[in-house]
């Protein structure tokens, strides 16, 4: 069994509520204002979140989550293969990722993903997910990515 945090949304609103906690913020004179709205739309206009139901395939079925905040669609299926060694390697490392060694190698990972396969940080922050069988909100996963490229220019230092 799988559970996959999408991108998509079941309308505008839970959108905007579940990326208010990012921070999206612009001046107005001198006052920070909220932004939110705005950077939904950019996201929206390019392509990196959705209004609606996501694709299924025959074997998988849709949930909305309550992300607290905001609402997103899950897609919950029957594992049909064996996962891949690198969802295997992402599960492992991902609860250790305290250790040095497997700060290190998350953030490899995540490397082989974006240069190798050409993925996008979001779409890397979602074979994540995919892996740990949970949704993780951006600012952990840019914590996590800066954790273990500090780690490794510790460990390149010894």
């Known amino acids: 069994m799988y559970r996959i945090g999408t991108s998509?949304?079941?309308?505008?609103?839970?959108a905007i509520?579940?990326?208010?906690?990012?921070g999206y913020t612009r001046m107005e004179g001198?006052?920070?204002?909220?932004?939110t709205e705005n950077a939904v739309n950019r996201k929206i206009e390019e392509g990196l979140i959705h209004i609606g139901k996501p694709p299924l395939k025959d074997n998988e079925t849709l949930k909305v989550v309550n992300e607290h905040p905001g609402f997103r669609y899950y897609i919950i299926g029957k594992a049909q293969t064996k996962p891949s060694s690198i969802h295997e390697k992402i599960e492992k490392h991902w609860f250790l990722r305290s250790r040095p060694q497997s700060s290190i190698l998350l953030g490899k990972i995540a490397d082989q993903l974006r240069l190798k396969e050409g993925l996008t940080f979001e779409q890397v922050k979602?074979?994540?997910?995919?892996?740990?069988?949970?949704?993780?909100h951006m600012a952990e996963f840019d914590t996590v990515m800066a954790?273990?490229?500090e780690?490794?220019?510790?460990?390149?230092r010894l």
């Open 147 to 149: 954790e273990s490229e």
């Open 126 to 136: 979602e074979v994540f997910e995919q892996a740990i069988g949970q949704s993780i």
């Open 151 to 156: 780690q490794e220019r510790l460990a390149l």
């Open 30 to 35: 001198k006052v920070q204002v909220d932004d």
């Open 17 to 22: 509520d579940y990326y208010r906690p990012h």
């Open 8 to 14: 998509y949304f079941p309308f505008k609103e839970a």
